[in-house]
């Protein structure tokens, strides 16, 4: 083989080892590594993860979705900004604004109980969405996985608990002086 | 102007230059989509038979589960298993689908038995003569016998061809003597009741000279059927392709929807699936409770058993046309029990002769058994369809695409139900309308 047909091979494979490593697939499961949502599954595992998931581009001050709606899927940020909001007839509160490894509608995934909050895009916002019946079905095609990401939620609602207990806690002397 | 006012009306004339493009685009693509439809109507039937066949079968091939397997192959193993049991039901069907021979056959020997029942009842024994019922019986069904006689009588063709194959025809064996008798017999069976001259009677039709019958030609049919088998062809295609999916068609709809109904889409779809699938897969295991009810039935009257197993898989598999599929299946199995011959019923204490009345009490037990049992267990009241919308349907169905229409019929306005009801309800619940 000379060498130069030796170089051009090389460089071929280069260039494709290289696009393999940054295909959106591998980006995507890169970006999931970094979501504590998902930070107990493996490469394999968030790749499964990954290929349920739908990913959805929000212009900005376009709504994610609205309070009082059946909430169908969780949705972590890939990139842009989310405020989470709530209407009132004559005042809006906005309860947080959310950046890139986000995520957000979380609850939607153990029943369709209403949106308790609105979620709207500040600016052009990347967001996968996780469908709660497709996790379920997750349950019966690889129950370890789903097993995790149910640890994780429960985890992350107990400490959310936590937190409005003590919430509670500190302001209930407060109200009673 | 500003830079933000600028922004704006950019932003609105990309906002109008947007819908434009998409109505122009829906208007292109229903049209070439109706411009396909109407061109390639001939492979729609096909299309929707391998698609449905891959939806109600989903269930089977998700758990069917090798973790060491790569999903195609686990797709493959379950569809070759379906194929296999498909096969087999449908082989053993066609086994007894009665070719050219066996049909003039069939109707030589139902000519001849209806003819002998008929003669039995109302044989003119001496002491039968004062009563009152036998002239009662010849006055009303020996016209209805005529016009049976009519309509199984053999044309001149069919009469020679019969002949042909009694002698040995085509590299076929010479028929059964036996029934060249009840030909010869048939042929002498006059009319029971002979019509009155009336003045008025109308003249006899007379052919118009000069025009001849002008059958299709035969190469013309063979290519349609040629045309037809490749059609077919793209059911088990259509079945297995869709079987590889692994949820991307879906997918690639939902990435079409606005991100204002993405959720909704998402439910909507999702309890489609589940309400038609339910409903399709019911109705799929009720045809088979019948079908298998009605092959025992009929094994227990002592019908050999590939008989007994094709006219349960016809039968079970019309159940699916309400009404009429209980009508088919009595005409079928009643018309094979008038005529079997040589049959030993397995319960002890049936007399043979009368296996055309077990059979008709086992289609009703089996259509009973089907109202009580069956459907109320399997479907429950997922077809809750009123009975009235049932006979439009069937009948609009059979208009339109005949004995097809009819099976299909109910399942669409059973799809179409749920589809409209459940989009309306998640609008609603979406507070979008």
Same mark, same amino acid.
């Given at each position: 083989?000379?060498?130069?047909?030796?170089?051009?091979?090389?460089?071929?494979?280069?260039?494709?080892?290289?696009?393999?490593?940054?295909?959106?697939?591998?980006?995507?499961?890169?970006?999931?590594?970094?979501?504590?949502?998902?930070?107990?599954?493996?490469?394999?595992?968030?790749?499964?993860?990954?290929?349920?998931?739908?990913?959805?581009?929000?212009?900005?001050?376009?709504?994610?979705?609205?309070?009082?709606?059946?909430?169908?899927?969780?949705?972590?940020?890939?990139?842009?900004?989310?405020?989470?909001?709530?209407?009132?007839?004559?005042?809006?509160?906005?309860?947080?604004?959310?950046?890139t490894g986000a995520f957000f509608g979380e609850?939607?995934?153990?029943?369709?109980?209403?949106?308790?909050?609105?979620?709207?895009?500040?600016?052009?916002?990347?967001?996968?969405?996780?469908?709660?019946?497709?996790?379920?079905?997750?349950?019966?095609?690889?129950?370890?996985?789903?097993?995790?990401?149910?640890?994780?939620?429960?985890?992350?609602?107990?400490?959310?608990?936590?937190?409005?207990?003590?919430?509670?806690?500190?302001k209930t002397p407060a109200d009673m002086a | 102007?500003?830079?933000?006012?600028?922004?704006?009306?950019?932003? $609105?004339? $990309?906002?109008?230059? $947007?819908?434009?493009?998409?109505?122009?685009?829906?208007?292109?693509?229903?049209?070439?989509?109706?411009?396909?439809?109407?061109?390639?109507?001939?492979?729609?039937?096909?299309?929707?038979?391998?698609?449905?066949?891959?939806?109600?079968?989903?269930?089977?091939?998700?758990?069917?589960?090798?973790?060491?397997?790569?999903?195609?192959?686990?797709?493959?193993?379950?569809?070759?298993?379906?194929?296999?049991?498909?096969?087999?039901?449908?082989?053993?069907?066609?086994?007894?689908?009665?070719?050219e021979e066996q049909k003039l056959e069939f109707?030589?020997?139902?000519?001849?038995?209806?003819?002998?029942?008929?003669?039995?009842?109302?044989?003119?024994?001496?002491?039968?003569?004062?009563?009152?019922?036998?002239?009662?019986?010849?006055?009303?069904?020996?016209?209805?016998?005529?016009?049976?006689?009519?309509?199984?009588?053999?044309?001149?063709?069919?009469?020679?061809?019969?002949?042909?194959?009694?002698?040995?025809?085509?590299?076929?064996?010479?028929?059964?003597?036996?029934?060249?008798?009840?030909?010869?017999?048939?042929?002498?069976?006059?009319?029971?009741?002979?019509?009155?001259?009336?003045?008025?009677?109308? #003249?006899?039709?007379? #052919?118009?000279?000069?025009?001849?019958?002008?059958?299709?030609?035969?190469?013309?049919?063979?290519?349609?059927?040629?045309?037809? /088998?490749?059609?077919?062809?793209?059911?088990?295609?259509?079945?297995?392709?869709?079987?590889?999916?692994?949820?991307?068609?879906?997918?690639?709809?939902?990435?079409?929807?606005?991100?204002?109904?993405?959720?909704?889409?998402?439910?909507? /779809?999702?309890?489609?699936?589940?309400?038609?699938?339910? +409903?399709? $897969?019911?109705?799929?295991?009720?045809?088979?409770?019948?079908?298998?009810?009605?092959?025992?039935? /009929?094994?227990?009257?002592?019908?050999?058993?590939?008989?007994?197993?094709?006219?349960?898989?016809?039968?079970?598999?019309?159940?699916?046309?309400?009404?009429?599929?209980?009508?088919?299946?009595?005409?079928?199995?009643?018309? +094979?029990?008038?005529? #079997?011959?040589?049959?030993?019923?397995?319960?002890?204490?049936?007399?043979?002769?009368?296996?055309?009345?077990?059979?008709?009490?086992?289609?009703?037990?089996?259509?009973?058994?089907?109202?009580?049992?069956?459907?109320?267990?399997? /479907?429950?009241?997922?077809?809750?369809?009123?009975?009235?919308?049932?006979?439009?349907?069937?009948?609009?169905?059979?208009?339109?695409?005949?004995?097809?229409?009819?099976?299909?019929?109910?399942?669409?306005?059973?799809?179409?139900?749920?589809?409209?009801?459940?989009?309306?309800?998640?609008?609603?619940? +979406?507070?979008?309308?």
């Amino acid at each position: 083989m000379s060498t130069r047909k030796f170089a051009a091979d090389k460089l071929l494979w280069e260039t494709l080892g290289r696009w393999k490593r940054s295909s959106p697939e591998l980006d995507r499961i890169q970006f999931l590594k970094t979501v504590p949502f998902f930070d107990r599954l493996s490469n394999r595992q968030l790749k499964r993860v990954s290929d349920i998931m739908f990913e959805r581009t929000y212009e900005a001050d376009e709504t994610i979705f609205e309070e009082g709606q059946p909430g169908a899927a969780l949705f972590l940020i890939l990139d842009g900004k989310v405020a989470i909001e709530i209407y009132r007839e004559t005042s809006t509160t906005r309860l947080a604004v959310l950046e890139t490894g986000a995520f957000f509608g979380e609850m939607a995934l153990l029943d369709d109980t209403a949106r308790s909050a609105n979620a709207r895009a500040l600016e052009r916002t990347r967001a996968l969405a996780l469908y709660r019946n497709d996790l379920n079905e997750f349950v019966h095609r690889h129950p370890k996985t789903a097993c995790q990401i149910y640890h994780s939620l429960a985890g992350m609602i107990g400490d959310r608990l936590r937190l409005t207990n003590e919430l509670v806690q500190m302001k209930t002397p407060a109200d009673m002086a | 102007m500003s830079n933000g006012q600028d922004f704006e009306e950019k932003e $609105r004339e $990309r906002k109008v230059r $947007r819908t434009v493009f998409y109505r122009i685009f829906a208007g292109l693509v229903l049209m070439v989509g109706g411009f396909l439809i109407w061109k390639l109507s001939g492979l729609i039937l096909p299309i929707i038979v391998g698609a449905l066949l891959a939806f109600v079968f989903r269930p089977v091939k998700d758990r069917f589960r090798i973790r060491w397997l790569p999903h195609e192959l686990q797709v493959l193993c379950s569809f070759a298993a379906i194929g296999l049991a498909l096969f087999f039901a449908f082989n053993t069907l066609r086994k007894h689908i009665p070719d050219e021979e066996q049909k003039l056959e069939f109707k030589v020997r139902l000519q001849y038995k209806l003819n002998e029942r008929y003669r039995q009842l109302v044989a003119k024994l001496p002491e039968r003569k004062s009563n009152a019922v036998t002239p009662l019986i010849e006055k009303e069904v020996g016209p209805l016998m005529d016009r049976v006689n009519q309509a199984l009588a053999l044309d001149p063709k069919e009469r020679d061809l019969f002949l042909k194959y009694a002698a040995g025809y085509n590299g076929k064996p010479p028929g059964q003597s036996k029934f060249v008798d009840y030909f010869w017999a048939n042929q002498r069976t006059g009319k029971y009741v002979i019509p009155e001259k009336t003045p008025m009677s109308p #003249a006899p039709a007379v #052919a118009p000279v000069g025009v001849a019958p002008t059958p299709a030609p035969p190469a013309s049919e063979g290519a349609s059927l040629e045309n037809k /088998l490749s059609a077919w062809m793209l059911a088990p295609l259509i079945f297995i392709f869709l079987g590889f999916d692994n949820g991307q068609i879906r997918r690639f709809f939902i990435s079409l929807v606005p991100n204002r109904y993405f959720e909704l889409s998402l439910t909507v /779809l999702d309890e489609l699936d589940d309400a038609i699938g339910r +409903y399709l $897969r019911g109705t799929l295991l009720e045809c088979f409770l019948v079908g298998l009810a009605l092959t025992l039935g /009929l094994i227990l009257l002592g019908i050999p058993l590939g008989i007994a197993v094709a006219i349960g898989v016809v039968s079970g598999l019309l159940n699916a046309i309400p009404f009429l599929g209980t009508v088919i299946a009595l005409v079928i199995g009643v018309g +094979y029990a008038l005529i #079997a011959e040589n049959v030993t019923p397995l319960i002890p204490g049936l007399n043979p002769n009368d296996l055309a009345l077990y059979v008709l009490i086992l289609v009703v037990i089996v259509h009973v058994l089907d109202d009580v049992v069956f459907q109320p267990f399997v /479907l429950g009241s997922a077809a809750n369809v009123h009975p009235l919308v049932v006979v439009i349907a069937i009948i609009s169905g059979s208009l339109i695409m005949g004995l097809w229409g009819m099976l299909f019929a109910i399942p669409t306005v059973v799809v179409v139900k749920t589809a409209v009801a459940t989009f309306f309800k998640e609008l609603k619940d +979406y507070r979008i309308i």
